[in-house]
């Protein structure tokens, strides 16, 4: 298995510019989450969906947009980056149910200038 | 709302020494807890999880953790520290209860920095 896979692993974007945030997922499970994480502040979560179809808010979802049209692809997307965007993104996935641990991807690190 | 403290930005230990991360929690109803590990420019690591039964719970790479209900807390522990054990930690909390969320909520992590 690949676990969770994410594309790009770096990008530097002009303000104004979009992009899509690539994360793939072959353990056939159901929630998957996309998570930002800046210096100290730990991860702050994005959107979450719990199956293909359904998408929810997490903490931070202004200027981000996902979608889930397969149980394995979450994109994530930036639209009219700006520079408080600037941070590493983290997409993870899990089971369903609260017991379950996440398995993440190894990050996209982007920059907005 | 469930909410994760990390009291400590920064851990140091001498290697061979044991070592401590603390977290406490705040959730509805009982907790299932998780701790992560990032290693630098890597992705979180499951290290191990509590969900039920005996509050010593064993993990990876010879961690561990205790569950205190009175105390809502859920150390990380090592007996002897490691130089690799270097990295950043995080705790997680979700509930099981209804009412509570079953999105985890993360601390905001603590180095761990284990000198030789």
């Known amino acids: 298995n690949a676990g969770v896979t994410q594309t790009p692993k770096f990008r530097i974007l002009k303000i104004g510019q979009s992009m899509t945030l690539q994360c793939t997922q072959d353990?056939?499970?159901?929630?998957m989450y996309w998570y930002r994480q800046d210096p100290g502040m730990g991860l702050k979560l994005i959107y979450y969906?719990?199956?293909?179809?359904?998408?929810d808010k997490g903490e931070v979802p202004n200027g981000y947009n996902v979608s889930r049209s397969t149980t394995e692809d979450f994109p994530l997307r930036l639209e009219l980056a700006a520079p408080s965007q600037t941070s590493v993104y983290f997409c993870?996935?899990?089971?369903?149910?609260?017991?379950?641990?996440?398995?993440f991807g190894p990050g996209t690190r982007l920059t907005v200038l | 709302a469930q909410s994760v403290a990390q009291p400590e930005d920064q851990v140091n230990v001498a290697e061979g020494n044991p070592l401590t991360v603390k977290c406490t929690y705040s959730?509805?109803?009982?907790?299932?807890l998780f701790w992560y590990v990032q290693y630098p420019n890597r992705g979180l690591q499951f290290l191990l999880k509590?969900?039920?039964?005996?509050?010593l719970v064993k993990g990876s790479y010879g961690f561990e953790a205790e569950f205190n209900k009175s105390q809502t807390s859920f150390h990380l522990k090592k007996p002897s520290a490691l130089v690799s054990d270097s990295a950043l930690y995080f705790c997680?909390?979700?509930?099981?209860?209804?009412?509570?969320?079953?999105?985890?909520?993360f601390g905001r992590g603590t180095s761990l920095i284990v000198h030789p």
């Open positions: 993870a996935s899990s089971y369903s149910g609260p017991i379950n641990e996440q398995f």
């Open positions: 353990m056939n499970h159901n929630y």
């Open positions: 969906s719990v199956g293909a179809g359904i998408t």
């Open positions: 959730v509805s109803g009982n907790p299932y």
């Open positions: 509590y969900i039920t039964g005996d509050n």
């Open positions: 997680a909390v979700r509930a099981s209860a209804s009412g509570g969320s079953y999105i985890p909520t």
